[in-house]
């Protein structure tokens, strides 16, 4: 049995040609591993632990925030800031980056509670983080610091509360997923070198925003639906669970498509999903696996920040359902 400890001493150690980093990495990927430890046990006991309903605020996204959206984010928060390798905190749900350790190696960037309107209906839900390298060593982080592309990302990950609360993450080397030992509060590794499989007959999209995607979307979404009768010439099934953690999880599990695409339903607001807390750590993991995440034509990890929650449409998983969305939106 290897534990989360054991893998990162033993995994980022080989790994590394910059030892501090590496010893960096490690702690902060401890230090979410056990928050999501008390996370979990707290989501284990649900409404007798008073997290379920709203918090009574908005978060900058302008969305009603859950209790547990600011409770699991008061938690990392504080966590990472004692992190001493940790220069700086952004969240999905503050409006600003959070400075914590100038002489810090890393930055921090995190989703505290993807998917949180599943949380009173007892569904899965999950924290995303991903990290980056803090190139100012010695000054204050800003919100500046965190602009870089995702294929700067150090690492990134998730863990999701479902009907057993695991880990998945990269370093850069594949992805590792880990089931938590609820006995000991320990992740034991399950799996490594997750890969997906190139094709697939799984989707995962909001049919509900048909009317409102651009014509190259809903045509490759009626060619899955045409199934075997059209142009694709086999049966597509659909799966959504309103979190993307659960749906990417799926995806490294058996392949699949996620997709949250542009659509015209608020000018303002073209795209869901948010760049630096969502879309760049999942299609970190996704390439590192074998897949394929993009904007429905550039790759997500080549896309350069503008701000700290920008937002951006997503298609990402198997290889082959990516490149036909790229090819129909060329
Ligand atoms: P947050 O819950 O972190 O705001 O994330 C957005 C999200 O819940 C994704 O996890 C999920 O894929 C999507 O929104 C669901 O959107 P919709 O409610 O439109 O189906």
């Not at 996370?39 to 302008?62: F, M, P, T, Y």
Request: one cysteine or more; charged letters at 20%; aromatic letters at 6%.
């Amino acid at each position: 049995m290897t534990t989360l400890a054991d893998y990162l001493t033993n995994h980022l150690q080989q790994h590394a040609n910059d030892s501090v980093l590496s010893s960096a990495l490690q702690s902060t990927i401890q230090t979410i591993a056990e928050v999501g430890v008390d996370i979990s046990k707290l989501l284990q006991r649900g409404a007798l632990a008073d997290i379920h309903g709203e918090a009574g605020n908005q978060n900058v996204q302008g969305e009603e925030q859950k209790k547990l959206d600011v409770i699991s984010n008061d938690m990392l928060l504080d966590a990472l800031s004692k992190n001493p390798v940790c220069a700086g905190v952004a969240s999905e749900e503050l409006d600003d980056s959070t400075p914590a350790n100038a002489n810090g190696e890393l930055l921090v960037l995190f989703d505290p509670l993807d998917g949180s309107s599943n949380i009173d209906i007892n569904m899965s839900v999950g924290t995303i983080f991903s990290i980056l390298p803090y190139k100012n060593k010695g000054q204050t982080a800003c919100n500046e610091d965190f602009l870089q592309k995702g294929r700067e990302q150090l690492a990134s990950g998730y863990v999701i509360y479902g009907t057993s609360t695991m880990l998945a993450f990269t370093t850069g080397q594949g992805v590792v997923m880990f089931a938590l030992d609820p006995s000991s509060d320990e992740f034991v590794l399950i799996e490594e070198n997750v890969t997906i499989d190139p094709s697939t007959k799984e989707y995962a999209i909001n049919m509900s925003n048909y009317r409102h995607w651009l014509a190259p979307m809903r045509q490759y979404i009626d060619e899955l639906n045409a199934g075997e009768t059209g142009v694709r010439g086999k049966n597509f099934n659909m799966r959504w669970i309103g979190a993307m953690v659960g749906d990417v999880h799926r995806i490294l599990c058996r392949g699949g498509l996620f997709s949250y695409p542009t659509d015209t339903k608020d000018p303002k607001k073209p795209a869901k999903l948010r760049l630096m807390y969502e879309a760049n750590p999942m299609a970190l993991l996704i390439e590192q696996a074998g897949g394929l995440a993009t904007d429905a034509i550039t790759d997500i990890l080549d896309i350069e920040p503008t701000e700290i929650h920008q937002r951006v449409p997503v298609v990402l998983g198997s290889s082959e359902e990516v490149e036909r969305v790229r090819e129909l939106h060329g």
